[in-house]
């Protein structure tokens, strides 16, 4: 039973990731099918690895060899995202120790730090309560008004709690990065992201003033930044950076998201509903 759970697991997994055909529709759209295919798969293996281990080995003859390798495959992958996990944790909170050593003053009634480089960039960096980090590149190139929006942009990113749930995505892309389409459908999460917080943002300022910030830091930013941790300037690849500019400059008509995109998640916990059947059946042997 085991072994043909996890081939299951797997074969579902797969074919629901090879769906992904490039980004369609609106902003919202977008996003719960993106989510919804980055989700499922890993969520899927995740449910069936814990019943697996949960319901542990059976004892059937020749069977049992099988049964034996499925529970010790499954240990192995729930060690390896565990392994994963705090993996990320740690480097997560380094840097976050790093951006801590940064001086800290206000900026327009913020409490920010700001790092000395003149490379212009700004990120929220943390977990649930994120810590403002701007560099005195990007105080140097924008004006007030500009300078405004960008922070705006940064706290639409506070606001959605990004930092937050964007390392658990991160932990579940680093755990099913052999799935087809992993990659596309992590950057395409990643540009909605900053499409949600650019639309955020442009709710309180101007969205000109904002698209005028990108392309005055970007068109600052030299090639070796492309390592920079920054949400709002960091360099990216043209097609995105046009992508939010046309966002800002001419924004979709969105409609209210269909929740119900996101509930046949709940069909990727299917392999747990095996576990009271599983316990029922030994309990009879026993009996």
Same mark, same amino acid.
């Given at each position: ?30 996003? $719960? ?5 980055? #989700? ?10 814990? =019943?697996?281990? @949960? ?8 069977? $049992? ?6 529970? #010790? ?15 990320? =944790? ?45 560099? $005195? ?20 990113? @506070? ?15 680093? @755990? ?39 392309? #005055? ?71």
């Amino acid at each position: 039973m085991h072994p043909a759970m996890i081939l299951a697991a797997l074969a579902l997994a797969w074919c629901f990731r090879l769906r992904w055909s490039g980004s369609r529709g609106n902003w919202v759209e977008r996003w $719960q099918r993106a989510l919804f295919l980055f #989700l499922f798969s890993p969520v899927l293996l995740m449910t069936t690895v814990l =019943a697996v281990l @949960y319901m542990g080995p059976e004892e059937r003859l020749f069977w $049992q060899g099988l049964e034996n390798f499925s529970h #010790l495959l499954a240990s192995g992958f729930l060690g390896l995202a565990g392994f994963l996990c705090l993996k990320l =944790a740690s480097q997560s909170w380094r840097s976050l120790q790093q951006v801590r050593t940064c001086p800290q003053f206000k900026l327009m009634g913020k409490r920010s730090r700001v790092l000395d480089t003149p490379i212009p960039f700004s990120a929220v960096i943390g977990f649930w309560q994120p810590e403002l980090l701007v560099s $005195q590149g990007l105080l140097n190139t924008l004006d007030g008004a500009h300078l405004r929006a960008v922070l705006k942009h940064e706290q639409g990113h @506070y606001y959605y709690r990004d930092t937050f749930w964007f390392f658990w995505l991160g932990w579940v892309k680093s @755990y099913t990065a052999w799935l087809p389409h992993t990659e596309a459908l992590w950057q395409e999460l990643l540009l909605l992201r900053e499409l949600r917080a650019d639309r955020w943002a442009a709710q309180q300022v101007d969205p000109l003033l904002l698209a005028e910030s990108l392309l #005055l830091v970007v068109s600052n930013l030299p090639v070796q930044s492309d390592n920079c941790c920054a949400a709002f300037s960091c360099a990216a690849p043209r097609s995105r950076l046009e992508e939010r500019i046309e966002a800002l400059l001419a924004p979709e008509l969105i409609h209210q998201p269909r929740s119900w995109n996101l509930i046949w998640l709940v069909l990727a916990f299917l392999p747990l509903a095996a576990v009271p059947f599983h316990t029922c059946s030994h309990s009879g042997i026993g009996h």
